[in-house]
C-alpha cells in the first residue's frame, strides 16, 4: 500500500473537519490521539517486521474548535475552482487551474470583500472584460446560483474526495445518504 492515498478526519462530535495523508493518519493512530471508525478494506501498511491495516475514517478523540480553524485556513482558490467545477462562471467554459482567475463579483475597488460568497471562478478574458464592474453592469449574467456560492467549501473538497470514497458518504451526507452512525445526530436538511 502507497501511503499516498488520504484518510477521513473526523471531529470528536464526528463532523468532517478534513483529510490528512495515510503517513499522518498512522502516526495519529500510533499516538492514540484518534479512534479509527473504518478500516480501508483489505489495505495494509508494510515494514520489514510489520503489516497494519490502514484506516480510512479516523476520529478525533479531543474536540477541536471549528470556526477557530477555519478562520486560520490558508488559500481558498483550490476549492472555489472545485465548487465551481473549474468552470468560468461567466461564459461557461471548463479550463486548466492555470488558465482561470478568481473574480470579485462585487469588485474590491467598490467595497466587496474576499469571502467565497463573492469569489467566482472566471477565465481571463472574461475577467478582464468585466473589469471593475458588476455582473449587471457588464452585461455578464453569472451561470451560478447564488444557492451555489454558498456551499461550504471544505464540504465541497470533501464530497469532490468522497466520490471514489462511498464509505465516507455517511459520514458527509452526501447525496442523500443515511445520517450520522453515532451520536445521536439528527440529519439536517
Not at 23 to 38: G, L, Q, W, Y
Not at 46 to 75: C, F, H, L, Q
Amino acid at each position: 500500500m502507497s501511503i499516498n492515498g488520504r484518510v477521513l478526519l473526523l471531529n470528536q462530535t464526528y463532523e468532517p473537519l478534513g483529510t490528512v495523508g495515510v503517513a499522518r493518519a498512522m502516526i495519529m493512530t500510533f499516538k492514540n490521539t484518534v479512534a479509527v471508525e473504518e478500516w480501508d478494506g483489505d489495505r495494509v501498511l508494510r515494514t520489514p517486521r510489520e503489516e497494519y491495516p490502514v484506516p480510512s475514517v479516523i476520529r478525533r478523540r479531543t474536540y477541536v474548535n471549528v470556526r477557530r480553524r477555519r478562520e486560520a485556513s490558508g488559500s481558498k482558490r483550490v476549492r472555489i475552482y472545485m465548487r465551481d467545477g473549474f468552470r468560468c462562471q461567466y461564459c461557461g467554459e471548463r479550463k486548466n487551474p492555470v488558465e482561470l482567475t478568481l473574480d470579485h463579483i462585487l469588485p474590491r475597488s467598490r467595497g466587496g470583500g474576499g469571502a467565497a460568497i463573492n469569489v467566482v471562478t472566471a477565465c481571463r478574458a472574461c475577467n478582464q472584460r468585466k473589469g471593475s464592474r458588476t455582473p449587471e453592469e457588464a452585461r455578464m449574467p453569472l451561470l451560478t446560483t447564488q444557492t451555489a456560492l454558498r456551499a461550504e467549501l471544505d464540504q465541497v473538497l470533501l464530497c469532490h474526495y468522497a466520490e471514489a470514497r462511498p464509505e465516507w458518504k455517511k459520514y458527509l451526507f452526501a447525496a442523500g445518504e443515511e445520517s450520522a452512525p453515532r451520536a445521536g445526530r439528527k440529519r439536517t436538511a
